[in-house]
């Protein structure tokens, strides 16, 4: 098993505070944010990273072991991005994450030992985390539905209600090397976003596994996403 860390975006909602560098090397509890994403992948028993770069990208080349560099970042999206390190999804599975996130390493576990080809990480209790974020938690947040078994139903629509989300999509995702070579032959736009593609490819008949994490977790989106922390 390995891992890519998706980190070719400048964060461009963070304002100045990404003038000088990505998103990811801002510190949340005394470190940048992709050392407590290595320090959770590593600890969850995965030692080759990989990192997909673009804006700044000198500045990430000390951190994994292998680089991807992704030379559309601003014109692209996640998934644009995901595909600059197609090389590595032909060799092992992965386990795939945003790098303005945080996590820890239980749930990279429950990744790494779920069977199915495609899973996701999701947070049953996203609404307590939402309400701090936002006045309204609705504006910010997208459907979310899984059946009994625990497979996705819907992901990335505009919610009317809170009863449409079942919970909140993490951007950790696991792949096997088996699946990403369907990926690699199908035809996706260049801006096409993950929760778009993920809604897509359910559409079409695959199946994706929806593992709950049950430990703190974070996303980093606005500037006073880091006033919250963790």
């Not at 860390?5 to 990811?24: Q, V, W, Y």
């Not at 386990?95 to 429950?110: G, L, P, Q």
């Not at 990335?156 to 079942?166: L, R």
Request: contains cysteine; proline residues 3%.
């Amino acid at each position: 098993m390995r891992a890519i860390i998706l980190a070719a975006g400048r964060g461009s909602r963070m304002g100045n505070l990404t003038d000088e560098k990505p998103k990811c090397l801002l510190e949340v509890y005394g470190k940048p944010l992709i050392e407590h994403q290595i320090e959770a992948l590593t600890t969850g028993g995965i030692e080759e990273i990989a990192i997909v770069t673009g804006y700044k990208s000198e500045l990430l080349y000390c951190y994994g072991n292998h680089h991807f560099h992704n030379e559309e970042w601003a014109e692209t999206n996640m998934v644009h991005s995901l595909l600059c390190a197609k090389e590595w999804f032909n060799m092992d599975d992965c386990i795939v994450s945003y790098a303005d996130i945080y996590y820890t390493f239980e749930v990279i576990k429950d990744l790494v030992n779920c069977p199915d080809d495609i899973a996701i990480s999701y947070d049953p209790n996203w609404l307590e985390l939402w309400s701090k974020r936002f006045e309204n938690p609705l504006d910010d947040a997208e459907t979310f539905k899984i059946n009994e078994g625990g497979y996705l139903l819907e992901i990335g629509q505009k919610p009317k209600t809170i009863k449409e989300i079942q919970g909140q999509y993490m951007g950790l995702l696991k792949f096997s090397s088996s699946f990403f070579l369907k990926v690699q032959k199908s035809k996706f736009t260049r801006k096409i976003s993950m929760t778009d593609f993920l809604s897509t490819i359910i559409k079409n008949g695959t199946t994706i596994k929806c593992i709950k994490n049950n430990t703190i977790w974070n996303e980093f989106d606005s500037a006073s996403d880091f006033q919250i922390g963790v």
